[in-house]
């Protein structure tokens, strides 16, 4: 069989990640293009469309060989198949660090920690629980309330002076707990640098119950947080001290694309499993779907 | 205002019957036939032929699924028994099975038998027969049994129809359901060999509704659906195909259905509505038709955990040849909560499916479960594990 060209659509809750990669015959991955929608309250047809489309065209292909979804995408009507994301997110992570053996992935309303083999097969995961305290969403509120620009938030908490604690659970109490910070004057700085290190503790938690060891990729869209990096890597060594496992964390520019290619990898590796030649897929059809 | 395509048109037909917890569309066909009546059948299997030869509407009652509050059906059962009792005890002290003159209750299991002895309880005006269905293998002596009892429901059923059952309203009546059996033969023929073109969704939604209405109705329902399956190729899916075994008495929420499907698996064999494939094949024509009748379930009747099996081994055996005919690549064990037939089989029945080197996974459901994310994770990370590292 061929090279293959194949997409991979993540389908957030708050964001519709795409990349087209090319799978070489003898395995090699190139990434050709992506694209990023946010939601904000439109129709979720129409955020995939919009990420996709942008992929496919920065990509240049009329053709596609397996369209493949993740997420929230299984209803996408053009999709050839659909990967759980923690499969998806496992692969894009050796994607993007082929040393990675566990994936903290953090995105809009929860964070999970997957570990994984050479291949990219997921050998056991945590996961948050129900409550939104340690997501993106969470986080992306709390700027809102403080009237800071969620591109801002990073390098804030890294200034930060005097971080104080807030609640690690709760969404609804760590949202109480801002709201006594503001009124109490503490600096956006310092309120944001608490809730990183909430999270980070949170997310350390989770990978030390993983078991979690070497190169940990972060991946999801909190991924390109500085401020939440900067919190983590001091709850790992907390950790560390402690007697947990030393873990090394990786992040890279595309990581909030991990979910896509990883999708659009596996994609590739069914229609080479199963046999599927004959299902090129164009941009047109996608359209008339 | 766009007209629906002929196949949506039918899966609106069929939603909207099946979520109908007033049986409105049986209520209009009794109202539109003065002097019919109409006798409610409990899962699995119940002689439709019987209650069509008597002139009477056959309606299956399979609880309330998610949309029915349970007030007074839980007053009647421990904690530890299934929900369907409940539902379909809940349906009747509403007054919305008012409609029916009697109600079958097949030897499924205790629960379904002790809710015989309750309903003439609370419904002593009703008619209510216990089926006890023969049990132990195609025996001559079983066949026998089974047409005395067979006969006795039909004299029972043509009295209170005022319409006795004769050969020929038999045999009429066996030619109309060898044909529904055939239609629905070809409807999960086609699913298993094009299962994106046939959502499993859609199919349950289809029989469920063809026992509620008069059979006729489900005949031109079910040859429009197969008719614009047809017509349409439809986009071929990635998915792991699976069979699901373990809910043929209390059906699983719609929901379960459709979030095993998104998941990432295609559902090509099923236990669903068992009772309209509890005999395989066509039940014969010629001679005496309750003998046939019988004789078709004796000998007929495909394998499952309401019958006993004497070899233990068949049940053992029983998933690899599911999952070899219908050419899944797992099996997901989906039973109800304290489904005592399901459940106590389980172990065998997995136990030979791992011996065969076939995946499996294993959840319970309520009829009126309302959260599928646990679902939807079991079967998702099923479905890659099967399509990505299946055979190692």
New interface residues.
Partial sequence: MSAAVTAGIDVGSSAVKAAVVRIEEEGGETLLGRGLARVRKREVAEVVAEAFDAAVAEAGVDGLD?VATTGEG??T????????G??AHARGALFLEPRARAVLDVGALHARAISMDARG??LGYKMTSQCASGSGQFLENIARYLGVAASEVGALSIGAQKPEAVSSICAVLAETDVINMVSRGLSAADILRGIHESMAGRFARLLQSLGAEGVVFVSGGLAADDGLAAALEGALKAGAARGAKPVELERHVLSPWSGAIGAAI?GA??RR??G?EG?AWTAKERSR? | MTEPSPRAAVVDWAAQIAEDLDFAAARAHLAENPGRKAAGYLPVYAPREIVRAAGMLPVGVHGGGDRLEIIRGDAFYQSYICHLPRSVIELAQSGRLDFLSAVLFPATCDVIRNLSGTWQLVSPEVYVRYLDLPQGGASELAAEFWKEELGVLAADLGRIAGRAVTGDSLREAIAAYNAVRSLIRELYRVRRETPWRVPSEELYLLLRAGETVPLEAFVERARAYLAAVEADAGRVRDKARVVVVGAFCEPPPIGLIKTVERAGCSIVDDDFLLGNRMIDGDVPLDGDPLGALARAFVGRAVRNSTLYEADPEGKRRLIGERVAAARADGVIFASASFCDPALLDRPMLRAGAEAACIPCIAFQFAENTGQFQQFREQAGTFADAIKLWGGE
Avoid: D, L, N, S
């Fill in positions: 397996y299984e209803e009507p053009f999709a050839t198949g659909h990967f759980y923690m499969t097969k997921v596996w590796f069914r499993r199963a599927m299902f779907a």
